[in-house]
Nanobody, 121 residues
Framework: QVQLVESGGGSVQTGGSLRLSCVAS????????MGWYRQAPGKQRELVAI???????NYADSVKGRFTISRDNAKNTVYLQMNSLKPEDTAVYYC???????????????WGQGTQVTVSS
């Protein structure tokens, strides 16, 4: 069983910053890739950023240059630093993690509960 606990969401004005955190805990050997997704009202959930175990990163074009994803493997934690926030960034942000059990060749995917980010003009 894997649990993802998120923190750092909130409400800010246009141009402000927020830092999201997500900690993985439970029964697993290690965390492989971790990422952040978001879903705005009436829209499909979309990938925001992803980071591999070796810290290779990829970003959605809409956030590139403004958001930074990072991780601490020793703490099984992923972060999302969000700068220069825009109203269109308003969404529920979800943490995602791929984990492996010891001696298992089949990874599993887990999701956090989601945290609200609201950007007002």
């Amino acid at each position: 069983q894997v649990q993802l606990v998120e923190s750092g969401g909130g409400s800010v004005q246009t141009g402000g910053s927020l830092r999201l955190s997500c900690v993985a805990s439970g029964s697993f050997f290690r965390v492989n890739a971790m990422g952040w997704y978001r879903q705005a009202p009436g829209k499909q959930r979309e990938l925001v950023a992803i980071i591999t175990h070796e810290s290779t990163t990829n970003y959605a074009d809409s956030v590139k240059g403004r958001f930074t994803i990072s991780r601490d493997n020793a703490k099984n934690t992923v972060y999302l630093q969000m700068n220069s926030l825009k109203p269109e960034d308003t969404a529920v942000y979800y943490c995602n993690a791929e984990t492996r059990r010891l001696l298992s060749s089949s990874p599993s995917t887990s999701w956090g509960q989601g945290t609200q980010v609201t950007v007002s003009s």
